[in-house]
């Protein structure tokens, strides 16, 4: 192995031993941030604005994943510039790692649910572990220099003579210490301890945190539950449902991981421009009558035919009510959603004077409590908005303000500060690309304008005239509705483009929009060979 790999294989292995630790440490408040998580979220932070789009874009709804990966990979990339800097000069490397423990514990304090004492101590420990673990390798793999000698050794050969006595405790320059043998072992042998403390602090904590963040079996019945439709009478197969299940409901946001809200002690306060702050416990909500509404939601991201959009039933407590208990104060004009991670979502407090739109503080989806990544223990659900600026899960506190007073979370990043939903439509079948016999050929998909409903939906074939399709029934204009047109299929190559239009009577716009800084638009298009029966 050469003198080089000895000292990436050091530096890695130092630093993911102080990643390590600071994951046992955590175990004392395994439902708050742990430093490897609060480094996470400052770094999708700092860089969501230039990062969010182009991951959503290449990894869909894994784009945290991506991002929490990305983060991870650049705190091991330092490990190697950490142990060279080692070699070259002692203690500077040891000085990085400090460095980068009070980094690592200042990102984490800002993150609203951080423990102070137990961030403070994993950056202690950690750092003390990690120049640990790279002093001991770097004595076993033979790198670790005389006080003063400041070159890499240049002779690999063995000394001829006993090595000469070392303060520093490696070996003397000009001698390799530590053979092949040695390395290999000492390698494998910190390997396997990282990897060990790893696996134990995820396995531990993972169960600590299900312990304790308990999300209860059932919820309290609607005292007016949704009525849903009956099913459209041309089923076709990988077409959407109607109502998707909570596992396959697309899920973007901006926390690597969903925060784990122990109920008994969380609460909802409705603050700002007030006529009296309100707070209530999650017992309290599920006192009170709750209604369920059937309720499409939609990624600003989602690109045109994107499958960053849902439709599901959402049980809770009518917004407005919540309002008009605390009085909102003339001059509010933005209603912004906090939650217990620090992420905020605003909007103006003119969509509420739509009656017919629905928005719910939401304690279930589809008859169950809330999932965890959908934003238990409570969050915002509001027709006709992008999520981003009104789908706060986590909920925390809901504050009312003005639209010049605070800015959300994405608003500082580019995107618009009035985010209502584009009318889209999406081809589910056939698929792109797609190989079909002649005949009769099913054409399907969704289409969706929330709060407007959807009026018609087209399909055309090869640029030709616009067929009209048929739509199945809905529960309301707050839902996407399911489309579908037979299709007598002629072999060749043929492009299908659908577009929608809203109970507005406005028309999808044909022109390709990028998602930012308000949603993407265009018609959707796929391409489709028919072969002869």
């Not at 041309?234 to 396959?248: A, Q």
């Not at 939609?298 to 039933?313: F, T, W």
């Not at 001059?331 to 017919?356: I, M, Y």
């Not at 007598?488 to 577009?499: F, L, M, N, S």
Request: with cysteine; aromatic share 6%; glycine share 10%.
């Amino acid at each position: 192995m050469t003198r080089g790999a000895r000292t990436t294989l050091a530096g890695l292995l130092a630093v993911a031993a102080a990643l390590a630790t600071t994951e046992l440490v955590n175990l004392l408040t395994p439902t708050r941030p742990s430093l490897l998580l609060g480094v996470q979220v400052w770094f999708i932070e700092t860089f969501s604005a230039s990062l969010k789009d182009l991951a959503v874009q290449l990894f869909g709804t894994q784009d945290k994943a991506a991002l929490e990966i990305g983060a991870f990979l650049v705190a091991l990339a330092f490990g190697p510039l950490t142990s060279r800097l080692e070699v070259r000069r002692r203690g500077a490397g040891a000085a990085m790692i400090g460095a980068f423990g009070v980094l690592g514990v200042l990102a984490t304090l800002r993150h609203p649910q951080a423990s102070g004492a137990v961030t403070v101590l994993a950056g202690l420990l950690g750092a003390a572990v990690g120049i640990a673990t790279l002093w001991l390798l770097l004595d076993r793999f033979g790198l670790r220099v005389a006080p003063g000698a400041e070159r890499l050794f240049r002779d690999r050969r063995p000394a001829a003579s006993p090595p000469t006595d070392d303060p520093y405790g490696g070996a003397a320059v000009g001698q390799v210490a530590g053979t092949r043998r040695e390395v290999i072992l000492w390698g494998l042998g910190a390997g396997a301890a990282v990897a060990t403390a790893g696996a134990l602090a995820k396995g531990v904590g993972d169960a600590s945190r299900e312990a304790q963040a308990v999300i209860p079996d059932s919820i309290p019945a609607p005292a007016a539950p949704a009525s849903l439709p009956a099913a459209p009478p041309f089923e076709t197969p990988g077409l959407s449902p109607y109502i998707v299940r909570n596992e396959d409901f697309y899920l973007i946001d901006t926390s690597p991981q969903p925060p784990y809200v122990v109920t008994d002690q969380w609460t909802l306060k409705i603050t700002g421009m007030v006529d009296t702050e309100l707070s209530f416990s999650y017992e309290d909500l599920l006192a009170r009558d709750l209604v369920e509404e059937v309720v499409t939601l939609s990624c600003v991201s989602n690109e045109v035919g994107g499958n960053l959009v849902g439709n599901a039933r959402w049980t809770g407590i009518p917004l407005r009510t919540l309002l008009e208990e605390a009085g909102v104060q003339a001059g509010a004009t933005q209603l912004v959603g906090e939650a217990v991670d620090g992420f905020t979502a605003g909007f103006p407090t003119s969509a509420l004077d739509d009656l017919e739109r629905t928005a719910l503080v939401a304690v279930g989806m589809n008859g169950q409590p809330l999932p965890r990544a959908h934003g238990f223990p409570a969050r915002l659900v509001v027709s006709g908005l992008y999520g981003y600026v009104s789908a706060t899960k986590w909920l925390s506190e809901i504050r009312l303000t003005t639209l010049d007073d605070e800015d959300g979370y994405w608003i500082s990043r580019g995107w618009a500060k009035e985010a209502p939903v584009k009318t889209q439509s999406r081809i589910d079948v056939p698929r792109n690309r797609a190989n079909v016999m002649a005949g009769l050929v099913p054409i399907a998909g969704v289409a969706w304008a929330p709060s407007r409903g959807i009026q018609k939906v087209e399909v055309r074939i090869d640029g030709d005239d616009w067929i009209e399709a048929d739509l199945g029934r809905v529960a309301s204009d707050d839902t996407w509705v399911q489309w579908h047109v037979g299709w007598q299929a002629e072999a060749g190559d043929h492009e299908i483009q659908v577009r929608a239009t809203d109970g507005d009577g406005e028309t999808q716009g044909e022109d390709p929009v990028a998602p930012i800084p308000d949603g993407a638009e265009g018609w959707h298009t796929r391409q489709v060979r028919v072969a002869e029966a």
